[in-house]
């Protein structure tokens, strides 16, 4: 059961890098913070602590990501 969790955690990630080339920005930050927290769960399990500490890493940067894509879309307008 955890391995589908550490599957679907990477088909969102890869989900990410396919919307973030078509400039979905928004959803591919979506995608990665998704699969990140997936992947902290995995992580936990399988006591992966040096993944989960990136996993948790990329999930700050994201974040800072997405206010950045919604603080520029307020200038825009």
Known sequence: MIELVGWISTGLILFGYI????MKYKLALFSWISGDVGYI???IK???YSHL???ITLIIINIYGMYNVLKNEKVKI
Do not use: T
Not at 19 to 22: A, D, G, I, L, Y
């Open 19 to 22: 919307f973030n080339s078509r």
């Open 41 to 43: 769960f995995y992580n």
């Open 46 to 48: 399988i006591d992966n």
């Open 53 to 55: 500490f990136l996993c």
